[in-house]
């Protein structure tokens, strides 16, 4: 049986979500970002105390079938971003729609109907945290970061960054204070 959590977004989340299940006498035969395989299936009550115990960490069992699909976008989107070693120039349309096997056009007017903003404005603060990171660490010029991830150029990246921030990739950097934002309130 598969079970879709909501908010599962890195590698630690993984680890917490997969312990709950075993607290819970459940059986996962393997634990991804957004979705869980589960050996046998749980009795409602099962379910329903772990969903319980989930949200208090931050994660929730998701059962329709629209937020689903929007999770599965989402975890989609921050696995290329955040979790592949290199980014990879594609068009995101594409991309999703192998992913989900879906067509992008109702995957876009989806998650736009739910989520209020569109998926390119979700990919587009992705990347910008994923510079911010990149940046944090100090040990990619901001050439080398546009490269990565993707960017026709330093000046385009620049102006994404200065859309989504504010501010200036160099003034940015130049601050100690780097807030952040966690990936799953983007």
């Not at 931050?58 to 980014?87: C, P």
């Not at 990565?148 to 102006?159: H, I, R, W």
Request: aromatic share 8%.
């Amino acid at each position: 049986m598969k079970l879709y959590i909501k908010n599962m977004v890195c590698s630690r989340c993984k680890m917490v979500v997969k312990a709950e299940l075993e607290k819970a006498g459940l059986h996962p035969v393997s634990v991804e970002l957004g979705e869980v395989d589960l050996s046998d299936e749980p009795d409602k009550t099962a379910v329903a105390h772990l969903n319980d115990n989930l949200k208090l960490l931050g994660f929730e069992i998701i059962d329709d079938r629209k937020s689903r699909i929007i999770a599965q976008i989402k975890n989609a989107i921050v696995t290329l971003i955040h979790h592949t070693d290199e980014f990879l120039n594609l068009n995101l349309s594409e991309y999703l729609s192998t992913q989900l096997n879906y067509d992008y056009g109702y995957l876009s007017n989806l998650f736009s109907e739910v989520e209020g903003t569109t998926i390119e404005k979700y990919f587009i603060a992705q990347k910008i945290e994923k510079v911010k990171e990149l940046m944090m660490y100090d040990e990619l010029t901001l050439s080398q970061i546009a490269n990565q991830l993707g960017y026709s150029s330093v000046a385009y990246l620049s102006s994404q960054f200065k859309k989504q921030t504010g501010l200036t990739p160099t003034f940015y950097r130049a601050l100690k204070e780097n807030k952040r934002r966690n990936i799953e309130d983007l």
